[in-house]
């Protein structure tokens, strides 16, 4: 006769019956740890749990750094908010709740080279991954360019379904290189189609104000403007470089020397009033 399974067996099996490889393997330590009284009930079930929540994220989490194309993982626990006291903690944690994602809500980070922008939109990229949802991320430059290139391959309406079906779509680097005429027509109809139906994260170091020039067409630049901020959050980063930050004090000596610190963002790398982003209230 078969010796009747421990409840330790019963347990395992179980969870291999539910497929929960990493509730499974917690649960030697977790059960050892409940034995010697270092854990109550609830908190092992939690831990339990947890185990299993944290090996699910990491694998959407993988999954989603290949078909997302994420340039790197960043995340908002990486992210150093007394370096940079223009950005409010408060704000980006409540948009890593995801909440604008359900309302189909916009995310713009603007400032300029170095700020972080691209660290906070991946980190919400990331985020939304790992609650499932499907996420894509681009330059506008390699985003048009494919836009393009499917056009030229007789393919667009295929390469639109692909950037317009993800719940999270990142348009970084908005401003750093030129537009072809086509090209801006293109990010155009893509953002027109994912207006009210998906959320777009973008991010410039050029203010709204000089988006006309980027597009090469002023009224063009304006209708998506003002789609793009209907819904929107605006993350107004106004500070020094991250890349530079050891080179603060220099940039200070130098600032104090040419006379031109700037009042409250001392050390930061002067920039003229044009080039500067303009303020916009987040709704
Ligand atoms: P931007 O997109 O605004 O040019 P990035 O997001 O690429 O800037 O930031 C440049 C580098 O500095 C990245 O490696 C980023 O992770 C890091 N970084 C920027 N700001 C912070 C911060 N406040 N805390 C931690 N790392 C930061
Ligand atoms: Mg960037």
């Known amino acids: 006769m078969r010796a009747p399974l421990s409840l330790r067996d019963r347990l395992r099996a179980q969870l291999a ?4 490889p990493g509730a499974l393997e917690a649960l030697d330590d977790i059960l050892a740890a409940l034995d010697s009284g270092t854990l109550k009930p609830p908190a092992a079930i939690e831990a339990l749990l947890g185990a299993q929540i944290t090996l699910r994220n990491n694998r959407r989490l993988q999954a989603a750094m290949r078909s997302s194309r994420l340039p790197i993982v960043k995340t908002l626990t ?3 908010f007394s370096f940079q006291p223009s950005v409010k903690r408060e704000q980006l944690e409540s948009l890593h709740t995801l909440g604008f994602l359900e309302r189909k809500e916009n995310v713009v980070f603007l400032g300029p080279p170095g700020v972080g ?6 980190s919400l990229a990331i985020a939304a991954a790992e ?10 430059g390699d985003l048009i360019a494919s836009l393009e290139e499917a ?15 993800p719940s999270l779509l990142i348009v ?6 030129p537009i072809s005429r086509t090209g801006a027509m293109l990010f155009f109809q893509l953002m027109s189609r994912r207006y009210e139906h998906a959320s777009t994260v973008l991010t410039s170091n050029k203010g709204f104000e000089e988006w006309g020039e980027i597009f090469g067409d002023d009224v063009m630049a304006a209708a998506l403007i ?17 890349r530079m930050r050891h080179h603060t004090e220099l940039h200070k000596d130098l600032h104090r020397a040419l006379g031109s610190s700037r009042r409250g963002v001392a050390g930061a790398p002067q920039r003229s009033s044009r080039s500067r982003p303009k303020e916009a209230a987040a709704t």
């Open 131 to 140: 609650s499932g949802r499907r996420v894509y991320y681009g330059t506008l």
């Open 226 to 242: 003002d789609r793009l901020v209907h819904h929107c959050h605006i993350v107004n980063i106004r500070g020094n470089s991250y």
């Open 78 to 80: 990486d992210f150093d």
């Open 172 to 177: 970084d680097e908005i401003g750093y290189l």
């Open 17 to 20: 019956d539910l497929k929960m």
């Open 117 to 122: 922008k691209t660290h906070l939109a991946i």
């Open 151 to 165: 056009q030229l391959a007789g393919r667009l309406l295929h390469r639109m379904k692909t950037l317009v079906f």
